[in-house]
């Protein structure tokens, strides 16, 4: 993981279907850079349900997601599979 | 006429307002209409992305621009049209290196659902049980019909072993039509976890087998040979044995009458003979000794040979003290450390490792006969796990590279300046043989010998050979 940026997405307070389409429209923004192993993507979030709909719908696009839970906080981290 | 025109005018525009109002409102029924059709089509969208639909204050058109949903879905989609078109390729790259395995493979392999139906199977497949026929032809046929043709019983039926839940099903030597076959099986599972398809591996051991079956026919033979030759060897070698015992103990009454009439010349008829007739004399009774020494040693080396061994416990730390205890007393004037681990014990004829000892430890004394400080030591190590044990002294050694002589009867490493008939450590091996035990030596010249030896389990029930 040297030399890969990551980029901080706080979409805490938010919930469905913007979470989503949040996620989707910077994942979309940053897709080349991802691809390409420089970039990575981490969202912050306190709605559960986004913690399954983002990793759907970015594994669909092709992505490796972790999800890990801080407290009553999650972290999305959308990378290159 | 003047006052009505004016009136005439603002009912025109009455009715043309009214006009204008209806038409504004089918417009605004319309706007609603389409503007209703794209959140539908956006809600649908994110149902098919697997979120919730927009929310009320998401719905007007003002916030709808803003925040995209249409477009950051197309742009999603396109992304993961890209990702499925990558997948696809993948897939259909390795379909194909699958189906080139499939078809090269040199064993039948077959695809059957769960009612025992063919649905895919290789050429190998085809031609060990089907014939002239195309995997079409043969698709949808039974593979009970086809393959086993209801020989094999239920229990031998890698399919139903599948289906009863087995995670794989392996049958060596399944026999069918006159071949002979190793068959794997493997269940493909669908996402839920119910087995769909069976995949059948028959790998045809029917060369193999035959070959087996005369390697085992060659080696049974081999065995009676190796058993019939053997018996032959034994003979010939119990003939030598008797021979060299019968020659040993046939020359010995001649040896005595020539030492003994030498020995009379020497004693009695000396003063008719000059020095030098009186030295040969001398080397005559030397000689004759010497050869009766040699034939003592062959007699021991065969009745080595002949005799039944009684087995018992030996202690042969007690016997190498007995030993040692002889070669003091015949020289009390030479100095040697005896170094001897006691409560050594063994099982083994007690008279034959007697003489194992008393040959080991004669060595050791006489090759330690220039040595100032002699030591011989008799004790026991662990090599390989073997009970393992051993004389050892620092006398004059030997060569390594002449290991191989020195069990040889007759083979001697050293000189005249020590006395030796070259018999005594092939009379020794014979006997650790006899006990099939092992015995190996190491050495180097000036530093001293060790000879290890060993001897086979004490437990009384593991005979011995006699």
Same mark, same amino acid.
């Given at each position: 993981?040297?030399?890969?940026? $990551?980029?901080?997405?706080?979409? !805490?307070?938010?919930?469905?279907?913007? $979470?989503?389409?949040?996620?989707?429209?910077?994942?979309?923004?940053?897709?080349?850079?991802?691809?390409?192993?420089?970039?990575?993507?981490?969202? *912050? #979030?306190?709605?559960?349900?986004? $913690?399954? $709909?983002?990793?759907?719908?970015? !594994?669909?696009?092709?992505?490796?997601?972790?999800?890990? *839970?801080?407290? !009553?906080?999650? #972290?999305?981290?959308?990378? *290159?599979? | 006429?003047?006052?009505?025109?004016?009136?005439?005018?603002?009912?025109?525009?009455?009715?043309?307002?009214?006009?204008?109002?209806?038409?504004?409102?089918?417009?605004?029924?319309?706007?609603?209409?389409?503007?209703?059709?794209?959140?539908?089509?956006?809600?649908?969208?994110?149902?098919?992305?697997?979120?919730?639909?927009?929310?009320?204050?998401?719905?007007?058109?003002?916030?709808?621009?803003?925040?995209?949903?249409?477009?950051?879905?197309?742009?999603?989609?396109?992304?993961?049209?890209?990702?499925? @078109?990558?997948?696809?390729?993948?897939?259909?790259?390795?379909?194909?290196?699958?189906?080139?395995?499939?078809?090269?493979?040199?064993?039948?392999?077959?695809?059957?659902?769960?009612?025992?139906?063919?649905?895919?199977?290789?050429?190998?497949?085809?031609?060990?049980?089907?014939?002239?026929?195309?995997?079409?032809?043969?698709?949808?046929?039974?593979?009970?019909?086809?393959?086993?043709?209801?020989?094999?019983?239920?229990?031998?039926?890698?399919?139903?072993?599948?289906? =009863?839940? %087995?995670?794989? %099903?392996?049958? @060596?030597?399944?026999?069918?039509?006159?071949?002979?076959?190793?068959?794997?099986?493997?269940?493909?599972?669908?996402?839920?976890?119910?087995?769909?398809?069976?995949?059948?591996?028959?790998?045809?051991?029917?060369?193999?087998?035959?070959?087996?079956?005369?390697?085992?026919?060659?080696? =049974?033979?081999? &065995?009676?040979?190796?058993?019939?030759?053997?018996?032959?060897?034994?003979?010939?070698?119990?003939?030598?044995?008797?021979?060299?015992?019968?020659?040993?103990?046939?020359?010995?009454?001649?040896?005595?009458?020539?030492?003994?009439?030498?020995?009379?010349?020497?004693?009695?008829?000396?003063?008719?003979?000059?020095? &030098?007739?009186?030295?040969?004399?001398?080397?005559?009774?030397?000689?004759?000794?010497?050869?009766?020494?040699?034939?003592?040693?062959?007699?021991?080396?065969?009745?080595?040979?002949?005799?039944?061994?009684?087995?018992? @416990?030996?202690?042969?730390?007690?016997?190498?003290?007995?030993?040692?205890?002889?070669?003091?007393?015949?020289?009390?004037?030479?100095?040697?450390?005896?170094?001897?681990?006691?409560?050594?014990?063994?099982?083994?004829?007690?008279?034959?490792?007697?003489?194992?000892?008393?040959?080991?430890?004669?060595?050791?004394?006489?090759?330690?006969?220039?040595?100032?400080?002699?030591?011989?030591?008799?004790?026991?190590?662990?090599?390989?796990?073997?009970?393992?044990?051993?004389?050892?002294?620092?006398?004059?050694?030997?060569?390594?590279?002449?290991?191989?002589?020195?069990?040889?009867?007759?083979?001697?490493?050293?000189?005249?300046?020590?006395?030796?008939?070259?018999?005594?450590?092939?009379?020794?091996?014979?006997?650790?043989?006899?006990?099939?035990?092992?015995?190996?030596?190491?050495?180097?010249?000036?530093?001293?010998?060790?000879?290890?030896?060993?001897?086979?389990?004490?437990?009384?029930?593991?005979?011995?050979?006699?």
């Amino acid at each position: 993981m040297e030399n890969v940026q $990551t980029i901080e997405f706080d979409i !805490s307070g938010q919930i469905c279907p913007s $979470t989503l389409l949040v996620a989707l429209r910077e994942i979309n923004r940053n897709i080349e850079g991802i691809n390409a192993g420089r970039v990575q993507l981490a969202f *912050k #979030t306190d709605n559960r349900d986004c $913690t399954s $709909t983002i990793p759907e719908a970015a !594994s669909n696009m092709g992505l490796r997601v972790d999800v890990q *839970k801080d407290d !009553s906080r999650y #972290t999305i981290l959308v990378s *290159k599979a | 006429m003047e006052e009505s025109a004016p009136l005439h005018r603002e009912e025109e525009l009455i009715a043309e307002l009214a006009e204008l109002r209806s038409e504004n409102e089918a417009l605004k029924e319309t706007l609603k209409r389409r503007n209703g059709y794209i959140h539908d089509k956006i809600n649908q969208l994110l149902d098919v992305m697997g979120t919730k639909p927009l929310r009320e204050e998401e719905l007007d058109d003002d916030s709808i621009q803003d925040f995209d949903p249409l477009g950051i879905i197309f742009d999603s989609f396109r992304h993961i049209l890209a990702s499925l @078109k990558e997948k696809n390729n993948q897939l259909q790259l390795l379909h194909d290196e699958t189906m080139a395995i499939f078809s090269a493979a040199q064993v039948g392999i077959m695809v059957v659902d769960t009612e025992f139906r063919i649905l895919s199977s290789n050429t190998k497949m085809r031609e060990i049980f089907f014939g002239e026929v195309t995997e079409e032809e043969i698709c949808g046929d039974h593979c009970r019909d086809m393959v086993c043709k209801g020989n094999i019983p239920d229990q031998l039926c890698a399919v139903r072993k599948i289906l =009863a839940g %087995a995670e794989t %099903a392996s049958f @060596k030597g399944w026999e069918v039509r006159g071949h002979v076959f190793d068959v794997e099986a493997a269940p493909i599972h669908d996402l839920d976890g119910t087995v769909k398809r069976i995949v059948l591996v028959y790998n045809d051991i029917t060369g193999l087998k035959q070959a087996q079956d005369e390697l085992a026919r060659m080696n =049974a033979e081999l &065995e009676t040979r190796v058993v019939e030759r053997t018996a032959q060897f034994q003979e010939v070698n119990k003939e030598l044995e008797s021979f060299c015992y019968s020659i040993s103990h046939d020359l010995r009454a001649p040896l005595r009458h020539i030492s003994g009439f030498s020995n009379i010349l020497l004693e009695e008829y000396c003063d008719r003979l000059d020095k &030098e007739g009186q030295a040969f004399l001398r080397r005559i009774c030397a000689v004759t000794n010497r050869m009766g020494g040699m034939i003592d040693d062959l007699l021991r080396i065969s009745r080595v040979a002949r005799t039944t061994l009684t087995l018992s @416990k030996v202690d042969l730390s007690h016997v190498a003290e007995n030993v040692a205890n002889l070669f003091r007393d015949a020289e009390p004037d030479r100095s040697v450390r005896f170094d001897i681990t006691p409560d050594l014990v063994a099982r083994g004829d007690a008279t034959l490792l007697g003489m194992v000892l008393q040959n080991l430890i004669g060595n050791a004394w006489k090759y330690t006969a220039r040595k100032k400080d002699a030591a011989i030591e008799f004790g026991r190590t662990f090599m390989n796990g073997r009970e393992t044990f051993f004389v050892r002294d620092n006398g004059v050694g030997f060569d390594m590279a002449y290991r191989d002589k020195l069990f040889r009867v007759f083979e001697r490493l050293h000189g005249e300046e020590f006395e030796g008939s070259g018999i005594g450590l092939a009379t020794v091996q014979r006997i650790i043989h006899r006990h099939r035990g092992e015995i190996w030596a190491e050495g180097e010249v000036g530093k001293g010998a060790t000879f290890y030896f060993t001897l086979p389990d004490r437990d009384p029930d593991n005979k011995v050979g006699q």
